[in-house]
């Protein structure tokens, strides 16, 4: 049985406003096994079998559908085997993904994220795909109460988009306009068999909270329908933004492809402050969430007095050569853990896409690291401090295999190392086969298996 014609009709015309199939051979669904993603599943099995009477075989998009076990759960792996199961009998290519590290004792919703859009984007990655998460309209409404709450500017009411760039992967939410009992129709019609998880339902969590209290707030005069059309119109809002911001001269502020921004002091005093930073945040920030208006005017202030501050994850400090411009990098003593890439390709620290030809670990070069470049190349021994901890948040891919190392690309510290950073340093070996370094502009460098996303 298929969904409603309705649902299926809405769904196509979603794809068609993102250019699908047209756009992209292969779509990565991520599915969790609940009602949601599994009417996602529905609406995309219906989606190709429409496009099969009108579209050759090959230009219908291969559609993989991945499952993450965050191993939360004693029952996790079992119902992660359960639903490749029923996804695989319904004809869908699926795999399942645990992760293998250990959850924290705090902040565990946080740490599920992180690691589950991980595998997500490698796995988007790997087969070239764009990747699809079953997002509905009451989560939106959800994401907006909560920035409400946490006092969010426009950028943070204008919640979830439609379709955004994430960790360096077409991220598309085609149900994020469908209910969703909508979705939970589609999955019944379907004939799947949803998996519950109690964590939807417990309250010491915020999302069923607002799903507990909604009848409480629709008594007291905030409906469902007002809050979308505040998402919408913030959204419209904030592309008008972005498109002013973007048109700002590069003398006033500029994002470097080795991952940290500049901004004049001029700008400090500018009406567009606000504007100006929160966008080097969007591109600059760990962070999954915007910062509150009240958090960045705290920010103005302190640099408006002449001193430095942290947020989102990033260092706003003076350049200690250039009194007039500030720097904002990566916080270099954030513990930036270490990943493990079989493929060789996914993303680090939520900023940089790596692709290397081989299994690869990924670490931030670190303090001690960097002081062992200095020791090599001249050319950055006279950098000041400012400038030097761009570098400790800088991804290094590790080849312990050193077969595998190219050193034409990179430095090899006869540790397995290789420095994506230096490819534009030329690497000569004498007679002991000690590196000499043929010195260029180290700015500008271009990366050989690690890229800055925003740049």
């Known amino acids: 049985m298929k969904p409603n014609p309705d649902l299926c009709r809405r769904f196509a ?16 669904l991520a599915v969790s096994g609940g009602a949601d993603s599994l009417g996602l599943v529905a609406l995309i099995q219906s989606w190709r079998h429409a496009l099969a009477a009108s579209h050759h075989q090959n230009d219908i998009p291969l559609v993989r559908a991945i499952i993450i076990d965050h191993g939360l759960r004693a029952e996790a792996a079992a119902e992660a085997k359960y639903v490749e199961n029923m996804l695989v009998s319904a004809g869908i290519t699926a795999r399942r993904v645990a992760i293998p590290d250990k959850p924290p004792t705090h902040g565990v919703s946080e740490w599920a994220r992180q690691h589950r859009y991980q595998c997500l984007t490698a796995e988007a990655m790997k087969h070239d795909a764009v990747l699809m998460t079953a997002h509905h309209l009451d989560d939106q409404l959800e994401t907006v109460e909560m920035r409400l709450a946490k006092g969010s500017g426009l950028r943070g009411l204008a919640a979830m988009k439609l379709e955004t760039g994430y960790l360096g992967v077409r991220l598309i939410r085609p149900c994020l306009n469908f209910t969703k009992s909508e979705l939970a129709e589609a999955a019944e019609a379907a004939g799947f068999t949803p998996v519950v998880d109690p964590t939807n339902l417990d309250e010491r969590y915020q999302r069923p909270r607002l799903r507990a209290d909604r009848h409480a707030r629709a008594k007291s005069g905030v409906s469902d329908q007002q ?9 419209r809002l904030i592309k008008q933004i972005d498109v002013a911001v973007k048109a700002t001269s590069p003398s006033q502020f500029s994002i470097h492809p080795l991952g940290f921004a500049a901004m004049a002091k001029d700008v400090i005093s500018m009406q567009g402050f606000t504007l100006i930073a929160s966008h080097i945040l969007r591109h600059m920030s760990v962070k999954p969430y915007p910062v509150s208006d009240q958090a960045l005017a705290i920010l103005r202030d302190r640099l408006h007095a002449g001193g430095e501050a942290t947020l989102g994850g990033c260092e706003w400090r003076w350049h200690t050569q250039n009194p007039d411009q500030i720097i904002i990098c990566r916080e270099p003593e954030a513990n930036i853990p270490a990943i493990n890439l079989p ?9 940089w896409r790596i692709s290397y030809p081989h299994s690869v670990q990924v670490e931030a070069i670190g303090a001690e690291r960097f002081a062992k470049i200095r ?13 030097a901890r761009i570098f400790w948040s800088l991804p290094v891919l590790i080849d312990t295999d050193t077969k595998n190392l190219d050193v034409k690309h990179g430095l090899d510290l006869d540790e ?6 230096l490819k534009d340093i030329d690497i000569v070996y004498d007679s002991n086969n000690k590196p000499d370094m043929l010195e260029k502009r180290f700015y500008g460098a271009r990366f050989y298996g690690a890229r800055f996303l925003w740049a």
């Open 416 to 421: 397995g190392f290789i420095f994506p950073h």
């Open 13 to 28: 015309r979603v794809m068609a406003e993102r250019q699908l199939p047209q756009s992209s051979r292969a779509i990565m």
């Open 375 to 387: 020791t090599i190349l001249s050319a950055v021994q006279d950098w000041p401090q400012v400038m």
């Open 343 to 351: 493929s060789g390709q996914g993303v680090f620290d939520n900023r």
């Open 227 to 235: 809050l979308a059309k505040l998402s919408q119109l913030s959204s």
